[in-house]
């Protein structure tokens, strides 16, 4: 414990001696020197001064005593007028002083904001995290200042209670809140795993599908907002995960079943189509023969060769469609064979899928007419029959 009292001389302005009584008075923060005549005092005062008073007893200053406040920040606490030959004890007491009175001040500092937590603690409704980090700072603080000493086992000691108090009080505002929380959670949770079963059961009536993941990675984002316990957290992105790849999986499904009915459709139309170039054909050589003949007019020659003209262009208009219908159905045939890895893959691109629905809607609106036409541009047998009749070559 720093010493408050102790005794110096010295000599004042008018080279007389003198008696330097310093005391340290802690509590108001400032030192008190006391100038006394040698002279003034017995010898028996002298004593009494420099043994009692210096341990703590009461004295009677006479009334010669001149009485100064020195300023601790001053290089000295020793008088200008006057000269001592102990300015090294004098400054070695200054020194210790200011140190205790710096950590007097400290420990006033931590005082006043130990006060002001258990304020805010009493005045708790719920648990306050920022009361928690605020006490946790204060007391990492005092430890500090124990472990280097500023602070003595004394005082932490008296404001030890304090601080678990504190803490006490925000664990049992914390289990409240943590409960609640979690239950608040859990409610999350299930109304998160209700809306996904929703997605589901949209994919399931083959809705609009880039629309729905659209939709479910925007619902996603929001829910990453939503505080859970990390149970639960894990949880609902599993839940997602498995919203996600059941979605996927009915996309496929949808696609495939969608390609494989295209694929189906062309493969039909390319038949139809080959058999009507085979009967145009078989058509065209019929009415080469026919403008061989030699009892062909000129007139029916002329007709002969219209017909041909209309065949051959439907022959070659029906062989470019048939081209381009093969070529989009090996690109269907391609994909149907590869596995999809994505909601993006599943699905034909735009302009494959418009090739193969419109190639078999053309055809079909073609087959319609053919059957009103009665097979359009195509000889009908009968008419072949009475081709063949034709007068025998000379």
């Given at each position: ?25 802690e ?36 009334p ?59 005045n ?13 700072s ?10 280097e ?139 080469d ?41 090996e ?59 034709v007068?025998?070559?000379?």
């Amino acid at each position: 414990m720093t010493q408050s009292r102790f005794i110096a001389t010295g000599t004042n302005a008018e080279n007389k001696p003198v008696l330097l009584a310093y005391e340290l008075l802690e509590e108001q923060f400032k030192i008190v020197l006391r100038v006394i005549p040698k002279d003034a005092l017995s010898a028996e005062q002298t004593e009494a001064l420099e043994k009692k008073w210096v341990e703590g007893e009461n004295f009677d200053f006479p009334p010669e005593t001149q009485q100064i406040t020195p300023d601790l920040n001053q290089e000295s606490i020793l008088p200008d007028d006057i000269r001592s030959d102990e300015t090294g004890k004098i400054r070695i007491r200054q020194n210790e002083w200011a140190y205790a009175l710096l950590t007097a001040k400290l420990w006033e500092s931590y005082l006043q904001e130990l006060d002001e937590l258990k304020q805010r603690a009493d005045n708790l409704t719920q648990y306050d995290r920022q009361l928690f980090d605020d006490a946790k700072s204060f007391w990492e603080r005092v430890l500090e200042h124990r472990k280097e000493r500023d602070i003595s086992q004394e005082r932490l000691d008296k404001i030890k209670d304090d601080v678990n108090s504190i803490f006490e009080k925000l664990k049992t505002f914390r289990k409240t809140e943590s409960a609640e929380f979690e239950a608040a959670s859990a409610r999350q949770r299930d109304e998160i795993a209700a809306k996904l079963d929703e997605f589901k059961k949209r994919a399931d009536e083959k809705a609009n599908f880039k629309a729905l993941f659209e939709e479910l990675k925007a619902y996603q984002a929001e829910v990453r907002k939503i505080r859970l316990t990390k149970s639960d957290d894990q949880q609902v992105r599993k839940l997602f995960d498995a919203a996600f790849h059941y979605i996927n999986e009915q996309r496929n499904i949808y696609f495939s079943d969608k390609n494989a009915a295209r694929i189906k459709g062309l493969t039909e139309v390319i038949r139809k189509l080959e058999y009507s170039l085979q009967r145009d054909r078989k058509d065209l050589e019929y009415l080469d023969r026919k403008a061989n003949s030699n009892s062909i007019k000129s007139l029916e020659l002329q007709l002969i060769q219209v017909k041909k003209n209309l065949l051959n262009e439907s022959i070659a208009s029906k062989e470019e469609k048939l081209n381009g219908i093969r070529a989009t159905l090996e690109k269907l045939q391609r994909r149907a064979s590869r596995p999809a890895k994505s909601e993006e893959s599943a699905e034909p691109d735009d302009e494959t899928t418009a090739a193969a629905d419109a190639a078999i809607a053309d055809h079909h609106d073609e087959t319609l007419a053919d059957e009103t036409n009665n097979g359009g541009s195509s000889l009908s047998n009968t008419e072949k029959g009475d081709a063949e009749k034709v007068a025998p070559a000379e």
